[in-house]
């Protein structure tokens, strides 16, 4: 029964004390959560522990749970805010490895023959700044509506376009170098 | 141009790599573990009016869920055996690690099982690893953020203007959100405002766009392992700016936001001057007992910038550069900072020149280069600015800077002032270049300074950057009196450098001093061969400034030592050779020149009493330390913090001391809680 109950009803008895609806929720979820961190990252490892992260926060989260977006939009907001929090972290204590950036370094170290695809991946997103990753991991990644993408990221629709169509102009420079 | 490239991308995006079935069950279990903790502990256990205060005793279960949390992610630096990657990520968060009520990293919860980092992506990442010994934490982060910082970068990728404002219309807080953030947490912590439902209650990792700059607490140094302290002099005071307010709004502020130095040096001392054949300034080293430790002493270091006579200072070209967007329209922010200017434009000499360019997303200038004796023109040209105008183009900075390269002449000081609540989308295009940028335009003779209002959306580290790289001085303006502080009363010494890359290093003497603590400048801390490396940027001090650092000092054989003798370390005590406690290095170099000038002066156990200047600027580091948790102090606490301060307010012309005891006052009983 649980298995077909919608997530936002779900969730509501979840924030209430029900421990199976939270563990039906977090079944249910922890792969998206993964994925999507992963698309916001671009490090396995990093993508483990920013889900692991999250599902340990949850259950103070879901206090705050409203009922006021659906709960995958409310999902990916706490996944994209954690990743902030991380990137931030990061970059305010430690000129860290940044997943997506952190593959620059190690391109010229020579990558796995069967990686050519991968490698072309992390050149693009490793072109594009985090507020672009982010659009696109949500846009691309998560095949989101601007609309979508705009309610998780809390933004208006117009940035979001505005943000792919700079996507598009910095992969179009990409293939243009491809080309030479 | 087709869409793909874009379906290309998509498609790369859909081959997320397998997930490790080990880690997913793990991340449930712990879910789990946290949801019936959570149902123990009752729902009224919550409370957020501690909130931003992660000190451990008497934590409530989120506290204790958060440090949980943040032991979970450092989980790699206990690891040792794991890759440098995963250690660079855990150089992030060691700050909570060692704030443990113990002071030292204990072993993880049964839910956090250690396991080394999952091999899978093998990242190649050992280029980048700054020391893989996780014992200095990164304490470098200064020089960190001056390679230009994520969070520098993130706000800079200018997007389309009218984007932007749109942005910016979506940012500012529904009033029911607005509301219940207040109730939630006085303290402007719900600064996410696109999304206030999750910040309310949750308590957990904490949402905010408030970034602070900040390293670990300096640890206890042993002298035979680490003779030499090398560090760039610090005369932010933006630290001290965000405290204040936190605490008049009844909270205390995250302990992170506490940057123990910049609180020393938010007062002006009146140490000794130097004369005037002397060095530009004057350094002064007192030895004194420790408050709060009687085993140990402090080293009260102390430098004094010369004042020229205001008439003799050289005429001043100041392009006021003013963030108009929509978020400033707040009495805290634009009308204040009108305020403020307006306070300057008025100390201003006849032949000074003022020119204000605005930027809303957009850039335009306001008022072209003016003379200050046209002073109703200039404060015309302020008082009609407003909010939310926009104009074509992005260019802020570069205008700002055109401007000021325009009106500059021979001998004079230019000088863009960046007044702003935050967000510094100022347009230059290259994100990553820009402190790069406004270092280029250092050197070529024009500083930046940067003022911070409104609190909520503060960009802290990268205001820091970007003072740092431009010479400047970073000040976080919450009141009118504030704007006095800053820009009048030390108007010449803000706009005024008069000793660029001003670096200090103490060499201890083994044979008097077994042990030392730099107490503050953990963002500020250099590696000991920049001392002598001239292109090294270091902090600058301006006209009648004056720079205070404290070390804490234990003598060989003193029942406060707190590290062991290395058992199989060198053995042979250090031969006393003098009663000089160590040896103390300045380099500074006269505003414009390339190369730094030396100044060298022996520590001396003296047996003077420490003046009232010296003993406040100790009560201030107290203060600091407490608000940072230190585990330095011992039983010293509130009160011992507040006598101190009080006997030594000395003349407190403008009662910026009796303030400072004030708010101690007020922390002490927010602690209390």
């Given amino acids: 029964m649980l298995m077909d109950t919608p997530d936002e009803t779900l969730a509501q008895s979840a924030a209430n004390g029900d421990r199976d609806a939270f563990a039906v929720l977090v079944g249910r979820h922890y792969d998206r959560v993964r994925g999507l961190a992963w698309r916001l990252t671009g490090n396995a490892a990093e993508a483990d522990d920013l889900a692991q992260d999250v599902c340990a926060a949850l259950p103070a989260k879901l206090r705050g749970w409203r009922g006021e977006a659906r709960f995958s939009t409310w999902l990916y907001r706490v996944v994209v805010n954690a990743a902030h929090d991380l990137r931030r972290r990061k970059a305010t204590r430690a000129r860290a490895a940044e997943g997506w950036g952190d593959w620059e370094i190690a391109r010229q170290e020579a990558m796995a023959e069967d990686r050519a695809a991968q490698d072309w991946l992390m050149a693009a997103m490793a072109r594009l700044s985090p507020e672009l990753r982010d659009t696109v991991a949500l846009v691309l990644g998560e095949d989101m509506t601007q609309a979508e993408a705009a309610a998780v990221l809390g933004l208006s629709e117009g940035t979001i376009a505005w943000r792919m169509s700079e996507v598009k102009k910095r992969l179009r420079a990409l293939a243009a170098e491809e080309v030479k | ?673």
């Fill in chain 2, 1 to 673: 141009m087709s869409d793909d490239e874009l379906e290309k991308l998509r498609a790369a995006l859909k081959v997320a790599p397998a997930t490790d079935t080990d880690r997913r069950a793990e991340a449930i279990a712990l879910a789990m573990k946290n949801f019936d903790r959570m149902q123990e502990a009752g729902q009224g256990s919550a409370d957020p009016a501690r909130h931003n205060q992660d000190r451990l005793t008497g934590a409530g279960f989120l506290n204790g869920v958060r440090e949980m949390l943040n032991r979970l992610t450092s989980r790699p630096v206990l690891g040792l055996t794991t890759s440098a990657a995963a250690l660079l990520i855990g150089f992030g968060v060691i700050y909570p690690l060692v704030k443990s009520p113990t002071g030292v990293p204990v072993a993880i919860e049964a839910e956090a099982p250690v396991k080394p980092a999952p091999a899978e992506p093998a990242p190649v990442a050992e280029p980048v690893a700054p020391d893989p010994a996780p014992s200095p934490p990164a304490a470098d982060a200064d020089r960190v953020l001056s390679d230009a910082p994520e969070a520098a970068t993130s706000y800079l990728v200018a997007p389309a203007p009218k984007a932007m404002e749109r942005q910016r219309a979506l940012g500012a807080p529904a009033p029911l959100a607005a509301t219940r953030s207040e109730g939630a947490a006085p303290m402007g912590v719900v600064a996410d405002t696109a999304m206030p439902e999750m910040d309310a209650l949750s308590g957990m990792p904490e949402e905010n766009t408030e970034t602070f700059a900040n390293a670990a607490p300096n640890p206890v140094k042993v002298t035979a392992e680490e003779p030499v302290s090398t560090f760039s002099i610090d005369v932010d005071t933006a630290s001290y700016g965000v405290i204040r307010q936190s605490l008049t709004m009844g909270s205390l502020p995250p302990p992170e936001a506490v940057r123990v130095e910049e609180v020393v040096n938010y007062f002006p001392y009146g140490y000794p001057a130097p004369g005037a054949e002397d060095a530009p300034f004057r350094s002064t080293v007192t030895v004194m007992p420790t408050p709060w430790n009687a085993g140990t002493r402090l080293v009260h270091v102390a430098l004094q910038g010369r004042l020229p006579a205001i008439e003799d200072r050289p005429p001043l070209n100041l392009v006021f550069l003013i963030d108009t967007s929509g978020s400033m329209e707040d009495p805290a922010k634009l009308p204040l900072l009108k305020q403020s200017f307006a306070l300057l434009v008025n100390q201003l000499r006849p032949e000074d020149e003022v020119a204000i360019v605005a930027y809303a997303g957009s850039a335009g200038t306001v008022l072209e280069p003016t003379p200050a004796r046209d002073a109703g023109r200039i404060l015309a040209a302020l008082d009609n600015l407003a909010a939310g105008g926009s104009t074509a183009g992005a260019e802020g900075l570069e205008l700002a800077y055109r401007v000021a390269e325009g009106m500059a002449g021979d001998g004079e000081v230019s000088r863009v002032i960046l007044a702003t609540d935050g967000d510094f989308n100022v347009g230059v295009s290259d994100p990553e270049g820009l402190t790069a940028y406004v270092g280029k335009k250092r050197d070529a003779g024009t500083y930046l300074s940067v003022l911070g209002f409104g609190r909520g959306n503060l960009d802290d580290a990268t205001m820091q950057a970007l003072a740092q790289n431009g010479n400047g001085q970073a000040a976080y303006i919450d009141t009118a009196q504030e704007a006095r502080k800053v820009l009048v009363d030390q108007l010449t010494g803000a706009l005024f450098p008069i000793a660029d890359d001003v670096k200090i290093q103490v060499e201890w003497n083994p044979a008097e001093v077994a042990e030392y603590r730099l107490i503050g400048y953990e963002t500020r801390a250099l590696a000991r061969e920049d001392f002598n490396n001239d292109r090294v940027d270091a902090g600058e001090i301006g006209a009648g400034h004056s720079v205070t650092a404290i070390y804490e000092i234990t003598a060989p054989g003193s029942a406060a030592l707190r590290n062991d003798p290395l058992r199989y370390g060198t053995a042979e005590p250090p031969l006393a050779t003098s009663d000089e406690l160590g040896f103390l290095r300045l380099r500074y170099k006269a505003p414009g020149e390339s190369e730094s000038r030396l100044i060298e002066t022996p520590i001396l156990p003296g047996t003077d009493e420490a003046g009232t200047e010296a003993r406040f600027a100790v009560a201030m580091a107290g203060f600091g330390q407490l608000l940072r948790g230190s585990v330095y102090l011992g039983d010293w606490g509130w009160d011992q913090a507040i006598e101190l301060a009080l006997s030594a307010r000395g003349d407190d012309p403008f009662g910026y001391r009796i303030e400072a005891v004030n708010l101690m006052r007020m922390a002490k009983a927010l602690d209390a809680r």
